[in-house]
């Protein structure tokens, strides 16, 4: 193997092993906000084949406590958002940006108020795109938010953190794996090319062995 395939192969590899940074990870929203602080309303949707190319629209819905009905308070598609009269100016867009392939629409909500407290639910509209041709699905995610007046340490928030921390360690050791994968297949490669370098040396010297030996016979 040559050099130039030597580092074609390590170039694969990289790309390879940088691909897993953009593993997405469904982590459950924080359920508790604080009276007079922001709350991210966490909503992530992740698509189960990356190499599917998807779009999306995102609609958000909101039920507030001791009410049936779900009013929609927020939409976000081609990187539009829109928030709708209830909500003015207390919404955020905290999700995936620059790109049409949502996987993670989460909303950032301003000065919580404990009228806030209720039910969010968040929807994806998302086309799934392949050859010939394209589907549709609807995935829906729900928030039971509750607003207090001082933070609690809640087993939503627990379980939110632990699963974060596992995530990043799964990564961590999986981007280690491919690392270790990939210095072997390069450590393989240069210790073939530097054999069959020896081989063609060892070659070239027993030929001129030979070439010299029926010299001399011939000189006799």
Known sequence: MTPIHTLLLFLSCTLFVHQCHGAC???????????????????????????????ASVEWYFQADGEFDFVQIYTYEDGSPTEKEDFKGRLDWNGTKRSRDIQDASIYLLNVTFNDSGTYSCFFNRILSFDNYEYTTTINKVVHLKVVAKATRGTASIASEVMMYVSIIGLQVWLL????????????????????????????????????????????
Request: aromatic residues 6%.
């Open 25 to 55: 990870a469904e982590v459950d929203s924080d359920t508790e906000a604080v009276a007079g602080q922001g709350f991210k309303l966490g909503c992530i949707s992740c698509k189960k084949r990356s190499e599917v190319k998807a779009s």
């Open 177 to 220: 794996i491919e690392m270790i994968y990939c210095y072997r297949k390069i450590s393989a490669a240069g210790e073939e090319a530097l054999r069959e370098a020896a081989n063609a040396e060892y070659l070239a010297i027993a030929s001129e062995s030979k070439d010299n030996c029926a010299g001399v016979q011939v000189g006799e």
